[in-house]
């Protein structure tokens, strides 16, 4: 032996009595080789085979120098070919770490769904509670209204319209940017820029409110269509457009912390105290005047400001419970002005599609509202206020309706958004690959049934709502057309919120213009030929282009599209039509022999029937094609019994 390789061989006996560093722990010789021993047992064991294929591979690298061999005695090898026991079981700790640094990922992987899921049931449960909410007060309302039911709901529809695409753009789509960027940062561990983002938000709120606010009060001679009765509306809503952007942009904080459930209550609370007031207030203006149905309207129209009251109070309970997750603590450290308005115009040129997206559905529904009415001007005679009433059977009552199920889409992507900025920055396209199929997969198990179902309960449910008379029949028509373009605009707001996430806004502006230039171009003929019907047919044609679109750029450049849920979409697809006929026929059965006469008490009946006998068929038939783990989570699933598959076992 030479003295090199006897003071080398001493350095290794003077590191192991010192010990050995392995993840993070000093650990002495006897320590490391128990450690080992149960490591070695582990990789040993059956694990899936992400796992297997980069545990062996340092253990293939130890066989291919001999130092496993089996059936054969080892051969003597030359001085400079032998290995060290040190070199043995430091191979077998990289083995062992390896293995579990892709176990935490597999795990991360499972965190991730687990978050998908959790956040779109509290955003879902958020916004479906408040669209339930906001279509409820349907039908106490439109009662006290009687013969103008139609008519003020057509005007209520007008005023919204253009409310919802000024706060689409007063709010610059700064919720949905902000939680992209939030998470951005957070994988960074910037907390510094964090907290000064989350500052800058809010300032831009509080300035877009006053700026778009004024706006609408002042603009609305110039919006209202030359409908007197709109002017009073849309001043009633300015207030709202003041403290909605900043109220916006809390949400978007919570949602960029992945604390959904403030947002959803929030929402939910607003829904409340907006309802209470309308309706107290219709109350109150028509035992004043009967006839007085459009300020009952412009009353109704005023109670989105009391309701965005009460939403920030529930919000500023939520910012002091988290507010040591919302502004995490950072080093002080003076940033420059130049850095600050830096990031405010990285937030404005990130927010600045979401604006487009965010208000999609409002901007199909105003090309309607400034098209239809001067269209059937020009070919027919029909007066005015038959005019206000087709607007209400097409546009104004499906709209209340379909919104729930356009809610779903909405917060799945809302809470994927975070998810795909997250590993879209960490740069790791299997998980986005992963994360984007259980987006989809996800969506078609929620939308199908959703949609298929409205269908199949239309006729008792636009009943419920709406007023039962000689205008009910094409207002059930319209309705279950409407549900079937419920389905195209929904994967629109879901796939464009995903591509933006995954930083693809040209492709979504492309084909968001691309669809609606369709529409506009469609728009004449087909309200020509089919009148109400033919607007929601050329809504329908240019959505479904923009989805197409989209859907091909994903199969393209991510390898995502819905041949890789093909197994999935087909089951859902399936039991969706199978409990939308057993619903329909339930409902059918009721309608023949029971309840002969339409009553609100039996469309009431008959509606809750066809619900709950479609949703027990679509849960056993989710149940049997092992769809509930997706839809519910393996906690609630196990719940069901899963019909188990047989396996053969070759001898």
Do not use: C
């Amino acid at each position: 032996m030479t003295r090199k390789d006897s003071a080398t061989k001493k350095a290794h006996r003077s590191s192991w009595k010192r010990g050995v560093k392995v993840n993070g722990a000093i650990l002495t010789e006897s320590e490391l080789i128990e450690q080992l021993d149960a490591d070695l047992k582990q990789i040993g064991k059956p694990q899936p085979a992400m796992l297997d294929q980069k545990a062996e591979q340092p253990i293939k690298k130890m066989k291919s120098k001999n130092l496993f061999s089996k059936g054969k005695r080892r051969q003597p090898q030359p001085a400079s070919a032998k290995v060290s026991d040190h070199e043995l079981l430091e191979g077998a700790v990289q083995a062992a770490s390896d293995a579990a640094t892709d176990e935490q990922k597999l795990n991360q992987a499972q965190t991730d769904n687990q978050t998908l899921v959790k956040g779109s049931i509290w955003l879902s449960a958020g916004n479906i509670i408040s669209r339930l909410l906001g279509a409820a007060f349907i039908l106490p309302w439109l009662a006290m209204l009687g013969v103008n039911a139609n008519r003020s709901n057509a005007l209520f529809s007008q005023g919204y319209t253009i409310y919802g695409i000024l706060l689409a753009v007063a709010t610059f789509g700064f919720p949905s940017a902000i939680s992209k960027v939030l998470a951005q940062l957070m994988a960074k561990k910037d907390w510094i820029e964090t907290r000064r983002l989350t500052r800058q938000s809010l300032w831009v709120g509080v300035i877009l409110g006053l700026v778009f606010g004024l706006l609408l009060y002042v603009g609305a001679p110039f919006l209202s269509n030359g409908n007197p009765n709109v002017i009073p509306v849309l001043h009633s809503l300015a207030p709202a457009v003041l403290i909605f952007p900043l109220m916006s942009m809390m949400r978007g904080v919570f949602q960029g912390h992945q604390l959904m459930h403030i947002s959803a209550i929030s929402d939910i609370v607003e829904q409340i105290a907006r309802i209470v007031y309308l309706l107290v207030m219709t109350i109150v203006v028509l035992n004043l005047d009967p006839n007085n149905w459009v300020g009952a309207v412009v009353q109704a129209t005023f109670a989105a400001f009391i309701g965005a009251l009460f939403s920030m109070v529930v919000l500023l309970w939520g910012w002091i419970k988290y507010r040591a997750t919302i502004m995490p603590p950072a080093p002080k450290k003076k940033g420059s002005e130049n850095k600050i308005l830096s990031m405010v115009g990285h937030i404005l040129k990130e927010s600045w599609p979401f604006v487009v997206i965010g208000s999609a559905t409002n901007l199909f529904l105003f090309v309607d509202q400034y098209t239809f009415f001067n269209i059937m001007r020009t070919f027919f005679n029909y007066s005015s206020d038959q005019l206000q009433i087709d607007f209400a059977l097409f546009s104004a009552n499906p709209n209340k309706l379909i919104m729930i199920v356009i809610s779903f889409a909405i917060s799945i992507a809302t809470t994927a958004l975070p998810l795909l900025s997250g590993s879209k920055e960490g740069q790791e396209p299997g998980v986005i690959q992963r994360q984007l199929d259980q987006v989809l997969r996800l969506s078609t198990l929620v939308l199908l049934p959703s949609a298929l179902g409205m269908f199949a309960v239309a006729d008792p449910l636009y009943k419920l709502f709406y007023t039962i008379d000689e205008t009910s029949q094409a207002g059930i028509y319209l309705l279950q057309f409407s549900t079937i373009m419920t389905i195209v605009f929904s994967f629109f707001m879901l796939l464009s919120l995903v591509l933006q996430a995954l930083s693809e806004t040209k492709i979504v502006m492309y084909a968001f213009g691309l669809g609606l230039v369709i529409k506009i171009t469609l728009q004449l003929p087909l309200v020509y030929a089919f009148q109400g019907l033919g607007a929601l047919l050329a809504s329908t044609i240019g959505m479904g282009i923009s989805v197409a679109w989209m859907l091909i750029y994903l199969q393209k450049h991510y390898q995502v599209g819905l041949t890789n849920i093909s197994a999935d979409l087909g089951h859902s697809f399936w039991s969706s039509v199978v409990m939308a006929v057993v619903a329909y026929l339930s409902i059918w059965v009721m309608q023949t022999y029971i309840f002969v006469v339409d009553t609100k008490l039996h469309v009431a009946l008959e509606t809750g029937v066809g619900v709950l006998v479609g949703a027990m068929v679509l849960v056993l038939l989710y149940a049997h094609y092992g769809l509930a783990d997706n839809l519910l989570g393996s906690r609630f699933a196990k719940f069901i019994p899963v019909k188990k598959a047989k396996v053969k076992i070759k001898d």
